[in-house]
């Protein structure tokens, strides 16, 4: 499967944006069973931030977004969404689509899609 990134941007604190991750395949290729969103803050490892099975039915979110950010798919399950609510400084990293996503584990990742940049300031 390949990834492609997008929605990235800056907004304010307490401010929302929502990343997109096209995925053409994703819907019909059993051998991905989920995919899902890393980040990579400057200066920091990358880490997993939320995952979401083929079905859809299935959800990962690592602690620090959990409540905020939602992690969907679209019924063609060829585009993986990320809602990202009441964002904080915090969350300011480089965003990256990825497959697998197993709970959040960078070393079962086969797949990177380039990243995109969401920057939180006031």
């Known amino acids: 499967v390949q990834l492609q990134a997008s929605g990235g941007g800056s907004v304010q604190p307490g401010g929302s944006l929502r990343l997109s991750c096209a995925a053409p395949g994703f819907g019909s290729d059993s051998d991905t069973y989920a995919i899902g969103w890393f980040r990579q803050a400057p200066g920091k490892e990358r880490e997993g931030v939320s995952c979401?099975?083929?079905?859809?039915?299935?959800?990962w979110y690592d602690d620090s977004v959990k409540g905020r950010f939602t992690i969907t798919t679209d019924d063609a399950k060829n585009t993986v969404f990320l809602q990202m609510t009441n964002l904080t400084p915090e969350d300011t990293a480089i965003y990256y689509c990825?497959?697998?996503?197993?709970?959040?584990?960078?070393?079962?990742?086969?797949?990177w899609g380039q990243g995109t940049q969401v920057t939180i300031s006031s």
């Open positions: 990825a497959a697998p996503c197993m709970g959040g584990l960078n070393y079962l990742v086969n797949t």
């Open positions: 979401i099975s083929r079905s859809g039915t299935s959800t």
